[in-house]
């Protein structure tokens, strides 16, 4: 038996065939200071619920995949500072460690295909970094995308990445990328990344339709949807490009690596902005709480 506990209200969820999204917690843990951080994911789940859905945040607590989590155990995980950021590679030793850790995307949709939970709301998935010719770093959330079978609403990919490298490998996994309701791919803080998506969809109930054929083909995998930010918290890229410049030289000057890049970036672009793209990222997510959640109402009445 797997260490998965539901929460009481995903579990009514599951039981009255109900819609439900999943949410990860390596955001709270480790892209978002901490009240901010429990408030927006306390808010996420909330737009969620508004929607008509069920949300279901989930982490590793003492060795235990939780799904769904209540709003005692967010405030406790985002104050946490020793929580690991759980990736596939992982999710299975802390747990046999009975350790506390934090799902990444990757992470989060391993254990939301475990819990039959089939859509799955995020800020910005990983990608391939900029300079990955050299490092090699590239995002196990683009394997995940390709081996399991979750459709993940993001707001692009984190434009800190390279973003054609990363369109190029997801193509290459043969991961639909979906932008929705625009035809350019977008870059988290930004509407546009200036990159056409490869392909385009207006509305959550032909995003559940692909899902669901997805799987009758038999092809493994989930999708990609691309959801941009609204427009009232964009940052145009002219003004977020200087600050991620910085924020990559500082990686470089203080050999920051490895798991440690993204967190890094993303505290220090907070940091430099003085508030405003964490703003963005708050609303960009519950953006993506919203879509995910009329998506998966969708997925619920066809089966
Ligand atoms: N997007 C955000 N904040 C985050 C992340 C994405 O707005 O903290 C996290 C996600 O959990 C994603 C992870 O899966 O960063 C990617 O990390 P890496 O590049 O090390 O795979
Ligand atoms: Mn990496």
């Given amino acids: 038996m797997i260490p998965m506990q539901f929460s009481p209200e995903v579990r009514a969820a599951k039981a009255t065939g109900k819609a439900i999204v999943a949410l990860e917690s390596t955001i709270i843990t480790h892209g978002m200071p901490y009240p901010q951080n429990r408030d927006a994911a306390l808010a996420v789940e909330a737009e969620v619920r508004d929607a008509g859905a069920v949300p279901a945040t989930i982490a590793v607590i003492d060795g235990n995949i939780r799904i769904g989590l209540g709003a005692d155990d967010v405030d406790a995980l985002a104050q946490r500072t020793d929580a690991a950021k759980l990736s596939r590679a992982d999710l299975a030793v802390c747990m046999a460690q009975r350790g506390v850790g934090a799902t990444t995307v990757a992470a989060t949709m391993i254990c939301a295909r475990l819990a039959g939970i089939e859509v799955f709301a ?52 043969g991961v639909p990328v979906i932008a929705y309701g625009q035809n350019d791919f977008p870059a988290f803080w930004s509407r546009s990344s200036g990159l056409r998506a490869p392909m385009r969809l207006d509305s959550p109930a032909e995003i559940a339709r692909a899902h669901r054929l997805r799987t009758q083909l038999g092809i493994p995998g989930g999708q990609l949807v691309a959801n941009p930010i609204p427009s009232d918290f964009e940052i145009s890229p002219a003004d977020i490009n200087p600050f991620i410049a910085a924020a990559l030289a500082e990686t470089k000057s203080q050999g920051i690596a490895h798991k440690a890049v993204t967190p890094f970036l993303l505290g220090r672009i907070h940091e430099l902005t003085a508030g405003r793209s964490l703003a963005a990222n708050i609303a960009l997510v519950r953006n993506n709480a919203r879509l995910a959640a009329a998506i998966a109402t969708e997925l619920s009445r066809i089966h």
Avoid: Q, Y
Avoid at 138 to 146: F, G, K
């Fill in 122 to 173: 995020t800020g910005g998935i990983g990608g391939v970094h900029r300079g990955a010719e050299h490092s090699f770093d590239i995002s196990a959330d683009l394997h995940e995308l390709a081996a399991t079978p979750v459709t993940v609403v993001a707001a692009g990919a984190k434009a800190i990445l390279d973003l054609p490298k990363t369109l190029e490998v997801l193509e290459t996994l």
